[in-house]
């Protein structure tokens, strides 16, 4: 059984930081989709970074570019998020996402039809 706990949210003023982790239980791959996803209210949900294993191979949406990091070391540890000079916009529900499911190429990791593990969301808010 797969499970994924995400913890580090929390608030933060605008420029702060947060490291968001991951840990995976169950998960033993490292050539997979791994990634974050958030939800903010009265919006979809939208992938924010993703990693194919342990990478080279990452996404990020353009808002966080320059911005944010995802990283996994390997099977053992957890996915990370390094989140840096934070804006309110940032402020969201973010998911923490796992796929056992083939790799297709750059676009498969951050469809979110892709991901068949979902954790149950850390809260970050970034406010003044």
């Known amino acids: 059984l797969v499970q994924l706990v995400e913890s580090g949210g929390g608030s933060v003023q605008p420029g702060g930081s947060l490291r968001l982790s991951c840990a995976a239980s169950g998960y033993p791959y490292t050539s997979k989709c791994m990634g974050w996803f958030r939800q903010a209210p009265g919006k979809e949900r939208e992938a924010v970074a993703t990693?194919?294993?342990?990478?080279?191979?990452?996404y990020y949406a353009d808002s966080v570019k320059g911005r944010f990091t995802i990283s996994r070391d390997n099977a053992k540890n957890p996915l990370n998020l390094q989140m840096n000079s934070l804006k309110p916009d940032d402020t969201a529900m973010y998911y923490c996402?796992?796929?056992?499911?083939?790799?297709?190429?750059?676009?498969?990791?951050?469809?979110?039809?892709?991901?068949?593990?979902w954790g149950q969301g850390t809260q970050v808010t970034v406010s003044s």
């Open positions: 996402a796992a796929s056992t499911e083939p790799y297709y190429g750059s676009r498969t990791c951050t469809s979110e039809s892709t991901y068949n593990y």
């Open positions: 990693i194919y294993g342990t990478g080279p191979t990452t």
